[in-house]
């Protein structure tokens, strides 16, 4: 027997009120990071060791992940950008 999933579809106005809450935060997420990650990896810059700039992917690309997954699970919760159906 074959069940369907069916998936809610969301309107153009909640998809771009989403994008652009991420883009904002994503903004001010990444320079906190600038301020705050960099300073730590100034001699791994300046050698250009490829491991020490893989570790400082990681953390921008676990801060995003964590980000974006936080913002999404808040927009599909939250009943206030549900009326944009």
Same mark, same amino acid.
Not at 22 to 27: A, E, H, Q, R, T
Not at 29 to 32: D, E, L
């Given at each position: %027997? $074959? @069940?369907?999933? &069916? %998936?809610k ?5 909640? =998809? +771009?009120? /989403?994008?652009t809450t991420? !883009?904002?935060?994503?903004?001010a997420?990444?320079?906190?990071l #600038? ?6 990896? +100034? /001699?791994? &810059?300046? @050698?250009?060791?490829?491991l020490? %700039?893989l =570790? +400082?992917?990681?953390?921008? !690309?676990a !801060?995003?992940? +964590?980000?974006?997954?936080c913002?999404r699970?808040?927009?599909a919760k939250? $009943?206030m950008? #549900?009326?944009? $159906?």
């Open positions: %027997m $074959k @069940t369907k999933i &069916i %998936m579809k969301d309107s153009r106005r909640k =998809s +771009i009120i /989403e994008v991420d !883009v904002i935060l994503g903004c997420i990444a320079t906190g #600038n301020y705050t990650i960099l300073p730590h990896y +100034i /001699e791994t &810059i300046e @050698t250009g060791d490829p020490g %700039m =570790s +400082i992917s990681f953390w921008y !690309v !801060v995003s992940f +964590i980000r974006k997954y913002i699970r808040w927009f939250t $009943k950008f #549900n009326r944009f $159906k």
